[in-house]
Nanobody, 124 residues
Framework: QVQLVESGGGLVQAGGSLRLVCIVSGRTFSNYAMGWFRQAPGKEREFVAAITRSGAVTRYADFVKDRFTISRDNAKNAMYLQMSSLRPGDTAVYYC?????????????????WGQGTQVTVSS
């Protein structure tokens, strides 16, 4: 069984930064493509960023380009989301996800395992 645990969320002022961390256990981390999603109150969960199994290639939603950076460290079974220039509209629960399907996956159903989420709140 694969387990994902997110951390690093919190309350930050607009323009500030946060780094989210996702630790994966239970299987070989490098076998999984990874992604970040978010869900704001009253809205559906949406894609934020994805990274390939090796970490060589990444993909972002248009609304986070040049502000967020996804990365992974396969030796530490960890994935990261560095968020900067945060806006109130970035307020959401952020989820990490792992999928056996290779590549840059943007759809929820391409992922097999999910974390419990971490709250990010950006104040104006």
């Amino acid at each position: 069984q694969v387990q994902l645990v997110e951390s690093g969320g919190g309350l930050v002022q607009a323009g500030g930064s946060l780094r989210l961390v996702c630790i994966v256990s239970g299987r070989t981390f490098s076998n999984y493509a990874m992604g970040w999603f978010r869900q704001a109150p009253g809205k559906e969960r949406e894609f934020v960023a994805a990274i390939t199994r090796s970490g060589a290639v990444t993909r972002y939603a248009d609304f986070v380009k040049d502000r967020f950076t996804i990365s992974r460290d396969n030796a530490k079974n960890a994935m990261y989301l560095q968020m900067s220039s945060l806006r109130p509209g970035d307020t959401a629960v952020y989820y990490c996800a792992a999928g056996r399907k290779p590549g840059l996956n943007v759809r929820e159903y391409d992922y097999d395992y999910w974390g419990q989420g971490t709250q990010v709140t950006v104040s104006s």
